[in-house]
């Protein structure tokens, strides 16, 4: 899997938490909270959350049909990265319809 870095979209390990990487720090990184808006309390509240690098994953948006997910298929091409995709380049490959 590729490292992390900032501005990578992330999901918190068993949690249901998914955001941006905006700073890294040795192995931790501070995301931007898609839900921050739920739980800021104060205008003095950035949104961010600080995690382990160890406690995130990647999440990936597939080029080809927007599916966003972290199953990730590196076999038939770098750039296709959702299960459903890879099924269909296999039928375009091999010649089913």
């Known amino acids: 899997m590729p490292e992390l870095k900032i501005g990578d979209r992330v999901k918190v390990i068993d949690q249901d938490i998914w955001g941006e990487i905006v700073s890294m720090n040795h192995a931790y990184a501070s995301i931007l909270d898609d839900d921050r808006r739920e739980w800021m309390d104060s205008s003095e509240d950035d949104g961010t959350l600080e995690y382990r690098l160890s406690d995130l994953e990647a999440q990936y948006k597939?080029?080809?049909c927007e599916h966003e997910g972290h199953d990730v298929c590196w076999i038939v091409e770098p750039d296709i990265k959702c299960w459903c995709c890879v099924e269909?380049?296999?039928q375009i490959l091999m010649g089913d319809d």
Do not use: D, G, R
């Open 62 to 64: 597939c080029s080809l």
């Open 88 to 90: 269909t380049i296999k």
